[in-house]
């Protein structure tokens, strides 16, 4: 300030101040102001806008707060509560499944094995809490069961519902429990939906009483009544 301030007087003891018109008075303090040696130590560009930022969320909260009942203590009650009911959403719901577009995909792969294979590699997993890779070997055992016994034509391209539907019909005691368990290997394998022991356990019993069920065989054509 001491250049705007030299302007405004004459050195020398006893002769009157000059006076200066506002417009270059101000423009000469500006020039002077805008100096590199009065702006070292002010704050950075990312700093200026951080603390913009914050007064914003500042006045937000305190024009919200202005709002809600009960000030700025009924606004932390009603944002909590709304936290409280999202994760209460959450823990019912689970995360959000993905379509299963691919329910329709064959319930075998490309490479032939045995039921008894199968069972084998259903409690391999099982015996390291692998669930979901144990549902869906021990649904192949139980189908590769069905095919070995000739119930069903071994046919690739197989899917668990249809494996299901075909099996219900020599074993219509167990049609339910047979569909609950093809959409059951359907939401892992395919839905993103997570196995667990219980899952596993219902369908080896499943797979262990159809085996020991003796099926229900059509009569054949024109036989005599």
Do not use: C
């Not at 506002?22 to 000469?28: F, K, L, Q, S, T």
């Not at 356990?201 to 005599?224: K, N, Y």
């Amino acid at each position: 300030m001491l250049g705007a301030a030299a302007l405004l007087t004459r050195a020398g003891g006893d002769e009157p101040p000059v006076t200066i018109p506002r417009d270059p008075a101000r423009e000469a303090a500006e020039r002077e102001l805008s100096k590199p040696a009065y702006h070292e130590n002010d704050p950075s560009l990312f700093i200026r806008a951080l603390n913009k930022f914050w007064e914003w969320v500042g006045d937000l909260f305190s024009a919200a707060s202005g709002a809600a009942p009960g000030g700025t203590v009924g606004l932390i009650v009603i944002v909590l509560a709304v936290l409280a009911l999202a994760l209460l959403l959450w823990w019912r719901l689970g995360t959000p499944r993905r379509s299963p577009a691919s329910s329709r995909a064959p319930l075998f792969d490309d490479r032939p094995r045995s039921a008894a294979d199968h069972r084998a590699a259903a409690d391999a997993h099982a015996a390291q809490g692998h669930w979901n890779q144990a549902v869906q070997e021990r649904m192949r055992a139980l189908v590769r069961s069905l095919e070995e016994r000739a119930l069903l034509d071994p046919r690739p391209g197989r899917t668990a519902d249809e494996a299901a539907t075909e099996a219900a019909r020599p074993f219509p005691a167990h049609t339910d429990a047979l569909h609950k368990a093809a959409r059951a290997f359907d939401d892992i394998a395919y839905g993103g939906r997570t196995a667990t022991r219980s899952t596993y356990e219902h369908l080896t019993a499943l797979d262990t009483e159809v085996a020991r069920t003796t099926p229900a065989l059509p009569s054949p054509a024109g036989a005599s009544r």
